[in-house]
């Protein structure tokens, strides 16, 4: 800090009395260090919709016959088509609020994901993943 750094025109490339434009060094700047965490967002609709269907109405398997092929054919259906679910990933760093999610989509297996975070020297990033209105991960990366 405080040392000059460049110079124009350049040492010996000017006359006495000619005006002279220096650049000062304000020191080091604050260091700041790239991260990416990889996690695994789970699926949560598969498991949870099966057993939900069968608390909803446990008086459907007491159904007649062609009840019970109707329904084996809706569980078909939802087996070949899973239901998708949305999530939302909030980073907290040095470029993203945690205020205004940084991603949205929507899935419908498993997922691998990276999330890029930018730390300044001193301080701590955070990220949250969301799926379907509910935190369901939630870390701190300090510098």
Request: proline residues 6%.
């Amino acid at each position: 800090e405080g040392h000059i750094i460049s110079q124009s025109p350049n040492y010996g490339g000017f006359l006495p009395g000619s005006t002279i434009q220096m650049v000062v060094s304000r020191g080091q700047e604050p260091g700041e260090k790239q991260y990416v965490q990889n996690i695994t967002i789970p699926y949560l609709k598969e498991e949870g919709s099966s057993a939900e269907e069968a608390e909803e109405d446990p008086s459907e398997e007491e159904s007649s016959e062609s009840g019970k092929g109707d329904k084996e054919e809706n569980a078909s259906e939802e087996d070949s088509e899973p239901e998708p679910q949305t999530v939302e990933i909030f980073i907290e760093d040095k470029d993203n609020d945690i205020s205004t999610a940084a991603d949205t989509f929507e899935m419908t297996e498993e997922r691998e994901y990276s999330i890029d975070l930018t730390i300044e020297e001193g301080e701590t990033a955070s990220y949250k993943v969301v799926i379907d209105g509910e935190t369901e991960i939630e870390d701190e990366i300090p510098y």
